[in-house]
């Protein structure tokens, strides 16, 4: 194997392990966030459920507040780590004609997305008040999820009249779709994630979509 070769596969080595060990944090963070809220989660706890240093904690992430941030970043793309809005999911929904198919494409997607978000949402809401990083942060989270539904109402609209206005329509699905209602349904109620993608479903076309389309 040639020198070349050599650095070139231990560069991409070092990146995989990097990306690992970035992983590794991330979960460990989640668990312990989720656990324990922002006031009692430490760095050294994060880094002891990780196996790593706390020193690669902070290599990585900087600080406590920007670990949760990334963190909720990380939940609500998903696997897929492009923003949500070129992901496959929002894609299709917004390539579908039939108006009943997208709210249900959309209830499923979203639904998925809170149940990885929503309980880290909580303990960014929970801190925001002492905190005023993390309610800036808050708002940016709400601020940013009504300008991606304004897509899923425009990409439903496109299809067919809607009951409601433009503005009343992402008001209504923003909050139908807000990380506290799914934590209400799912946790103080013991919804499954499939009760509420069929709730949300079911309410989104009811107050959303003109008779015929809604059946």
């Not at 600080?63 to 990334?70: G, I, M, P, S, V």
């Not at 909720?72 to 492009?82: L, N, P």
């Not at 942060?137 to 709400?142: A, D, P, T």
Request: charged letters at 30%; proline letters at 3%; hydrophobic letters at 40%.
């Amino acid at each position: 194997m040639s020198e070349d070769v050599k650095r070139r596969y231990n560069s991409t080595r070092r990146r995989q392990q990097a990306e690992e060990t970035r992983s590794r944090v991330l979960d460990a963070a989640a668990e312990v966030f989720r656990e324990r809220g922002y006031e009692r989660s430490s760095i050294a706890a994060i880094a002891e459920s990780a196996g790593v240093s706390d020193e690669t904690v902070y290599g990585h992430f900087k600080n406590k507040r920007t670990l949760l941030a990334e963190l909720v970043r990380h939940a609500v793309r998903g696997s897929d780590d492009r923003p949500v809005l070129d992901q496959s999911g929002p894609h299709r929904l917004t390539t579908e004609t039939d108006q009943r198919r997208q709210v249900q494409l959309f209830a499923t997607d979203v639904a998925g997305r809170l149940e990885r978000a929503a309980p880290l949402v909580a303990v960014v809401a929970a801190a925001a008040a002492g905190e005023p990083e993390l309610n800036e942060l808050l708002k940016r989270l709400h601020e940013a999820r009504r300008k991606n539904l304004r897509v899923f109402e425009a990409a439903l609209r496109a299809n067919g009249p809607l009951r409601l206005s433009s503005t009343a329509a992402t008001d209504a699905v923003w909050a139908l779709t807000s990380p506290e209602l799914f934590q209400l349904f799912t946790v103080v109620r013991s919804w499954s994630n499939r009760r509420y993608t069929t709730w949300l479903a079911e309410s989104l076309e009811t107050m959303l979509l003109a008779p015929s389309a809604a059946g």
